[in-house]
């Protein structure tokens, strides 16, 4: 059975919709393992060898939160820029990382409805395009990124009751897909 680490970072799931409906979702799966970043680290200060370790145990690592200023949150990003280190999570010799083969997911919410996501929409892209950062990344560590990226769109403006219970529910299932 595949382990699966879904590493939340949202600033305050508790007050979260969208975010803490599709941790809901998955909560209960016996192989998957959530990790609420802003819960952990509240002061910011990561502890780099509790993070590889908790990634290196896993096979498939879900990275979930919601896009902001079209990137990941300050903590995300900081987590990236700490755990995600020269010679552990990526090599400049071709030689594998420890990452090397793992599955990634990506799995973002938005604000505001998915037609602004479109070349003739109010950004002008798409967010695979607005987010080809995190698909560098992991790339560059050597994750078999797996298609496609999760998208829930409009959680501020217009996603209706029913259509955040399908997305949670497709989540589950796509998560829950990984246990075979």
Known sequence: MSKVLLVVGHPDLSRSKANAALVDAVRDLAHVTVHDLYTTYPDFRIDVAAEQALLADHDVIVFQHP????????????????????????????????????????????????????????????????????????????????????????????????????????YSELLASYAA
């Open 67 to 170: 896009v902001f200023w079209y990137n990941t949150t300050p903590l995300f990003k900081q987590w990236q820029d700490k755990v995600l280190t020269l010679g552990w999570a990526f090599t400049m010799d071709g030689s594998p990382s420890q990452l090397a083969g793992k599955k990634a997911v990506v799995a973002v919410t938005t604000g505001v409805p998915g037609e602004h996501y479109t070349p003739e929409g109010a950004n002008k892209a798409t967010i695979e395009t607005l987010l080809s950062n995190w698909h560098a990344t992991l790339r560059l560590c050597q994750f078999d990124v797996q298609q496609p990226m999760v998208k829930v769109y409009g959680t501020a403006f217009g996603l209706s009751d029913e259509d955040l219970a399908t997305a949670a529910k497709q």
